[in-house]
């Protein structure tokens, strides 16, 4: 791994582990855990959909995909959706590729929580499965990749990239504290 990509994992290390300290404390074998982490995830994804400009509507389709991926998981739960949308961070616009870096890198992430989520005692979690399991985010790590490894950028962009990932983790980092707080009318 080199180039874009690597600066990427190094220099957003800190973040990304931060924002598994802070989702890890989710039991995914419960309703109850697992109803949080969609709702802060549905959270944090509405603020990336709605900073991906028009022009990027792939990415943005994939965006919209995922927040119906978890309403189908809520409604599954016997939960209600996300009802009340809190204001995204009042910050600039992360660079959309720092953006989709941090979604799509998520994705793989899921491949191992699904693991918890189906190993539950109770069906009705064990089969909400589609957030973790969407096909769109597989596309949607290639894409990046895709564009990590054709990156010919300066450096003052790939900065602003690699600080679009650090705030979309913060995003995630927001959305999660939002959903404790109990902020999220669900």
């Given at each position: 791994m080199t180039g874009l990509r690597a600066?990427?994992?190094t220099d957003t290390r800190k973040q990304h582990e931060h924002i598994d300290s802070l989702y890890s404390q989710y039991d995914l074998s419960t309703r109850s855990g697992l109803a949080s982490l969609l709702h802060a995830h549905a959270i944090a994804l509405s603020w990336c959909y709605d900073a991906i400009p028009n022009s990027m509507m792939m990415y943005r389709r994939a965006i919209c995909e995922l927040i119906g991926a978890i309403a189908a998981d809520l409604a599954q739960l016997d939960q209600p959706p996300v009802t009340h949308w809190p204001t995204c961070p009042d910050t600039p616009a992360p660079h959309p590729l720092g953006i989709v870096?941090?979604?799509?890198?998520s994705r793989l992430g899921g491949r191992m929580l699904v693991r918890q989520v189906e190993a539950s005692p109770d069906k009705a979690v064990a089969a909400a499965t589609d957030y973790f399991t969407c096909n769109t985010g597989d596309e949607l790590w290639r894409n990046v990749l895709l564009e990590l490894r054709n990156w010919h950028g300066n450096d003052r962009e790939s900065d602003r990239i690699i600080t679009g990932a650090r705030?979309?983790?913060e995003w995630f980092a927001i959305a999660q504290t939002e959903t404790e707080k109990g902020r999220v009318a669900a």
């Open positions: 600066r990427l994992r870096y941090v979604v799509a890198g705030e979309t983790f």
